[in-house]
């Protein structure tokens, strides 16, 4: 069931997509098994029932086109300088939750969703605008575990010699370690007040 009832606000969802990736050029609209790599984003976005309107923030003319063919909205243009090397997602939000008090969408959530997520499920989407709403927090976002106990992680010392980070758990067995989790980089759910 769709969960846009939970308000009368808007959910929306903004993917930001940048045209000048370094690393990967083009990395947003790039093949992945017979799709652009953002359409699994925006698919998953549309599957998950959460959202009012599905956003893209890009610079870039080609990745518009592909977003719209693929079902989202690209309703203004990011300006150059939030679309450089230096410029912070939290930035892209901004402007996006300004864009859309500007045009008088009454955003309550929005969910950054990352256009380099092909394997994000819709019900992690709506599992984490249910944490959102029903743990009162302003924040919510995916997160996986880590494979092997970071508490026996180590590090090279000033001498290039192998150190612990935590040597009091070198004899420690792994299942009497707190399991510890990572960021997935897939999805951040937040208040649109919070992003602001």
């Not at 009454?106 to 249910?130: D, H, M, R, S, V």
């Not at 944490?131 to 001498?159: E, H, W």
């Amino acid at each position: 069931m769709p969960l846009s009832w939970y308000s009368n606000d808007m959910n929306i969802a903004i993917i930001p997509a940048r045209g000048g990736s370094q690393r990967i050029p083009r990395k947003n609209i790039k093949m992945f098994h017979g799709k652009p790599l953002i359409a699994y984003s925006i698919e998953a976005a549309k599957a998950s029932g959460c959202f009012e309107k599905i956003i893209v923030s890009t610079d870039d003319d080609e990745i518009s086109e592909v977003a719209k063919k693929w079902g989202a909205e690209v309703p203004f243009l990011r300006p150059s300088h939030l679309a450089d090397d230096f410029s912070t997602t939290l930035e892209v939000m901004q402007h996006a939750v300004e864009w859309c008090i500007g045009s008088n969408i009454n955003a309550k959530n929005i969910c950054c969703i990352y256009a380099t997520a092909p394997f994000l499920l819709p019900e992690y989407l709506n599992k984490g605008l249910q944490n959102l709403i029903n743990k009162n927090v302003q924040y919510s976002f995916s997160a996986t575990s880590f494979t092997y106990p970071i508490q026996r992680a180590i590090k090279l010392d000033g001498d290039g010699l192998v150190k612990m980070f935590n040597p009091e758990n070198i004899n420690a067995r792994s299942q009497d370690l707190d399991e510890a989790y990572h960021d997935a980089g897939q999805f951040y759910w937040g208040k649109a007040s919070a992003f602001e």
